[in-house]
């Protein structure tokens, strides 16, 4: 009897994805958004595959659907697909905006490391490493403040906005239910793809699949 080997790296899960499903997922060249709710999808397709755990699906598909070249192809007018490639739901302006957002907090924070890694005179370097921390925390500090700035009249805004979402009852709650999920200051639209007791997971509009708890989900 021949033995199956388990999937567990990201790498492999997503490759075997490509070659399972190529009319929905690629590793290179453009990309396509995918359906809200794929996951269920997938893992009805791939029921009988012992191959991959759903655990491993799940992590799988939030790295692809977090990635920068993902990101970038959530736009206005953009198609989503199902998992034979059929166009099944239209991007909207907010979907694009949420995803632009993400893509520059992404590339934001992976700058910031870059710069924090970064080794001591590196060849090629010509400002002494004094300067080159000056110069860095400066950034650092207006960046803080700036994002001070921003954020005070949002925060505001979401306080009083709270009062009117109502937090659900998880019994009147099912996979593939529509809800919003409190995620830092502002509720997201969300479907629900997995109930676990207390703990639930969704799929925001972006196509970003997240977990989190049953007090932060609202109707």
Known sequence: METQIK????????????????ACFSLKGPVK???????QD??????DDE???KTRLRQALRHYT?????LKA?????FRVDIEGNDVAEIDEEQAKYASKTLKESQEKFGNNSLTNKKPQEKGDKKPLKSIKIKALKQLSVMAVNSKLLNRPSVQRVKKELPLLKQVDSAT???????????GNAPMNATITEIAG??????????MTIKTQMQNIYS
């Not at 990201?10 to 499903?21: A, H, P, R």
């Not at 959530?74 to 953009?78: L, M, P």
């Open 33 to 39: 958004p995918l359906k809200v709710g794929i996951f």
């Open 173 to 183: 709650i099912n996979i593939g239910s529509k809800v919003k999920v409190q995620l």
């Open 51 to 53: 191959t991959i755990s």
């Open 42 to 47: 997938l893992a009805e397709k791939l029921d």
């Open 74 to 78: 959530i736009k206005v007018g953009a």
């Open 7 to 22: 999937r567990i790296s990201t790498k492999d899960i997503i490759s075997y994805l490509v070659e399972k499903f190529p």
């Open 198 to 207: 207390k703990d639930v997971s969704v799929q925001l509009d972006s196509g």
């Open 66 to 70: 977090s990635s920068w070249r993902y």
